[in-house]
């Protein structure tokens, strides 16, 4: 397979963000009813390895990564760039920030309404939250579920700061005309290197000088964890006039995927192979191309809904429900929320985007 299809939606990444939230879901609902994810499949598969939905969200990055770069070369003006990925991420992120504040907390929580609503954390939490930090990830007295996660309000939202950290280096990269395949190369090795070696830290007897120190470079380390899912994509997009998505290479992606699991290197490798496969399904010529936003770019609604809705439904359950009826639960709640948040907020906020040029129209950048 060499090349990609030209146009807009010709591709099955609609489908395969759709399976990456859901498999954040579906992972979730056994940490939420059971307070563990030792039964959850995919870490029975692989030993204790990983679960599905941090092989979602994975995903999620790769073909961010293969989009974003994409909407760069499309857009090449930074104020245009930044626009369009801000009215991405926080319309639907500030709606959903407010209603769990607001609307599920108020519900869940032993003070009084009033007594809640005069705390501060209701509205440091939207804040901090916007702003893309976690510092506040709990409201006074609310407790969904008696176990390690119960407290937690939304445990997803994590993900979005490195994220965002992801756009801002695709613009940094293109500013400078770094924006090239070498660059994602470099990047793929060093967050490769990121995820097989233990993250570094200052001794304890270190000043504050090389405390400082090894604390940045300890901060570059945990966005390098996440930059080899990014930067696969980056790569790709970069090659994908090339023969890089050929079945024979897909193959022999899938015999390393199924190899990593002896080795004990499925997360260090699954850039290369899961991230790689699902790039290649999302873009081959020959398959069926499913119309999985018929009803909407459901994807990140899903993601940013997912876990505050499962922790509704085993609060509702009296804190003691299966894992698969918070995990059907939650994804019909977190599905109707979707829904609603991508036709009242997501897609009317998307439709103020600068235009991307016809010519260079490949998919949706989401």
């Known amino acids: 397979m060499s090349g990609t299809p030209a146009a807009s939606r010709d591709n099955n990444f609609d489908a395969l963000r759709l399976l990456a939230a859901i498999s954040v879901i579906f992972s979730h609902a056994f940490l939420i009813a059971q307070g563990t994810q030792n039964r959850e499949p995919l870490i029975l598969l692989t030993g204790n390895q990983c679960i599905f939905g941090l092989c979602g969200v994975f995903v999620f990055f790769a073909i961010s990564g293969f989009l974003v770069t994409q909407s760069w070369e499309a857009t090449a003006a ?37 007594a809640y609503l005069a705390r501060p954390e209701p509205y440091l939490y939207v804040a901090g939250n916007t702003a893309l930090s976690v510092t506040y990830h709990q409201l006074p007295h609310v407790m969904f579920v008696d176990n390690q996660v119960g407290l937690e309000i939304n445990g997803s939202l994590w993900t979005l700061h490195y994220e965002f ?24 090795a060093f967050g490769m ?19 400082a120190a090894f604390g940045i470079v300890g901060w570059l380390w945990d966005i390098g964890w996440l930059l080899s899912f990014f930067a696969i994509g980056m790569l790709l997009y ?12 897909a193959l022999a992606a899938l015999a390393l995927l199924v190899i990593s699991v002896p080795l004990r290197r499925f997360i260090l490798l699954f850039p290369l192979t899961g991230c790689y496969l699902a790039l290649w399904l999302a873009l081959h010529p020959r398959l069926p191309k499913l119309r999985a936003a018929r009803w909407g770019d459901l994807s990140y609604g899903l993601y940013i809904y997912g876990w505050p809705s499962e922790q509704f439904v085993i609060w509702f359950k009296g804190g003691h429900a299966a894992w698969w009826q918070v995990f059907g639960g939650g994804l019909a709640l977190a599905g109707a929320l979707a829904f609603i948040s991508w036709h009242l907020v997501e897609g009317p906020a998307l439709r103020l985007k600068p235009r991307v040029r016809p010519a260079t129209a490949l998919a949706t950048a989401g």
Do not use: E, N
């Open 78 to 114: 930074a104020p245009h760039y930044l626009v369009k990925r801000c009215l991405r991420i926080f319309p639907g992120l500030i709606v959903a920030l407010v209603l769990s504040a607001f609307v599920l907390a108020p519900m869940v929580t032993t003070l009084p309404l009033a």
């Open 165 to 188: 950290i992801m756009y801002l280096m695709v613009m940094a990269l293109g500013l400078t005309r770094l924006l090239k395949a070498w660059a994602a190369v470099a990047l793929l």
């Open 193 to 211: 290197v990121c995820v097989g070696v233990q993250t570094p830290t200052a001794p304890v007897s270190s000043g504050a000088l090389v405390g």
């Open 238 to 249: 970069k090659l994908r006039h090339t023969r890089v998505f050929d079945d024979r290479i």
